[in-house]
């Protein structure tokens, strides 16, 4: 999820934890914590692009980070300040680090809470950024923060962000599984053969559902909104896996295609290779759309070996994103 959304939990599972003993602290240290797994952005200023998509929401996403990391910070934090309790230190550092994870989790790109075994937990019920799941969230932790320590006011505010939080999550996943039976529905009414489907929400909302479709030859892509009373149309995206030739067995770009499990396109533009990752869709909900969230431009060296450098999103497609969001989240 998004830093704020993980700032507002840490600070939420801070207070719970030790708002009672030493206040407002406790969500600040809790909000630091809450950012700390997300460090593991750093590693892309020390390795290759596949490296670092590899560790992205690895180890630091992990329940043995939480385990061996949370007394180290308790450590740190109760030799300097006032409050001394390294067991309550390790607590808060230990749900702090936890809950993240388990909130990203929830997202396309998923987590390994189980490093170092190589399982990546993504139940795709909510978009990285939901304000729907935020906004509430936040607004009750800002009502907590006004409230003294030792009123009942507090923890009931803060309970109550976190209960209801947690139920939309919930709702989500019901929500996802109405939509996967409006795909699949609609799949067999326009008898279409395929070996596996996975569906998420669109950005910034869970009306708007989205489906990747394997097919044989192609991916299908399409869009399904609660309010929508047409059919769904699906549009279709070659594999073109066979551009890759000799590279398809190099090690580095096997990788590439763990990393995207497979959901993933090739296309060749004024002779330059292209690695489309299809499990974020495209910076556009129109039919054919082409922009894809993650395009790597493949380039190789003088020795045969592949780099993966990541194409630039355009900004204006993100903001005609939203435009386009808004009115096909109303129907089609």
């Known amino acids: 999820m998004d830093s704020l959304t993980q700032i507002v939990l840490g600070a939420a599972v801070g207070e719970a934890v030790l708002g009672r003993k030493i206040g407002n602290k406790a969500m600040l240290y809790g909000a630091i914590a ?32 939480s385990i ?31 809950t993240h994870p388990i909130l990203d989790a929830q997202t396309t790109w998923g987590t390994q809470l189980f490093w170092p075994f190589d399982i990546r937990l993504a139940f795709k019920n909510v978009f990285v950024v939901d304000p729907l799941y935020t906004l509430p969230f936040l607004v009750f932790l800002i009502l907590v923060m006004c409230q003294k320590r030792s009123s009942k006011k507090r923890r009931l505010y803060n309970n109550s962000g976190l209960i209801i939080s947690s139920s939309y999550l919930i709702i989500t996943l019901i929500l996802k599984g109405i939509s996967y039976q409006k795909f699949t529905k609609e799949l067999a009414l326009q008898n279409i053969t395929y070996s596996d489907i996975k569906t998420k929400p669109t950005p910034l909302n869970t009306i708007l ?51 995207s499990k497979g959901w993933y396109t090739i296309n060749k533009k ?8 299809l499990r974020f869709g495209t910076l556009s909900i129109k039919p054919n759309a082409n922009n894809f969230v993650f395009k ?35 129907g089609n």
């Open 34 to 65: 809450g950012t700390i797994p997300d460090l593991d952005v750093l590693s892309s200023f020390f390795t290759d692009k596949v490296t670092a998509l590899e560790m992205h929401r690895g180890f630091t996403h992990s329940i043995l980070f």
């Open 296 to 330: 790597y431009e493949i380039i190789v060296d003088e020795n045969g070996t592949p780099f993966f450098k990541e194409v630039p999103k355009n900004k204006s497609d993100a903001k005609k994103l939203v435009s386009e969001l808004w009115q096909r989240i109303k």
């Open 68 to 98: 061996l990391f949370a007394p180290i910070f308790s450590l740190i934090v109760n030799k300097y300040e006032k409050y001394k309790s390294f067991k309550n230190w390790s607590w808060l550092f230990f749900w702090a680090f936890i």
């Open 270 to 277: 004024n002779g330059v290779l292209y690695f489309n990752d």
């Open 209 to 259: 559902w989205t489906a990747n479709i394997d097919t044989k030859n192609a991916f299908l892509i399409g869009n399904s909104s609660f309010f929508d009373k047409n059919p769904i149309h699906f549009s279709s995206y070659p594999k073109n896996h066979h551009l890759l030739g000799d590279l398809i067995h190099h090690k580095k770009v096997k990788r590439m295609i763990a990393i």
